[in-house]
């Protein structure tokens, strides 16, 4: 899941696996491509489900 930020561009914040509790209502549903392409670039992970774990993206 991508966590978007608050304003017009809405870009995302942070990255979840799908069951996190930690998500809100600004959260959207995202592909395994699409989280490890956000990963790559940058985006921070979720430290409580730890999406780049599961996807097997370690630094």
Do not use: N, W
Not at 3 to 26: F, N
Not at 27 to 45: K, Y
């Amino acid at each position: 899941m991508i966590e978007r930020g608050i304003g017009d561009g809405r870009l995302p914040v942070r990255v979840h696996a799908g069951g996190c509790r930690d998500t809100g209502r600004r959260c959207i549903p995202a592909s395994p491509d699409q989280v490890r392409r956000l990963l790559a670039e940058g985006v921070t992970a979720c430290v409580r489900c730890r999406p780049d774990t599961a996807l097997g993206v370690l630094e």
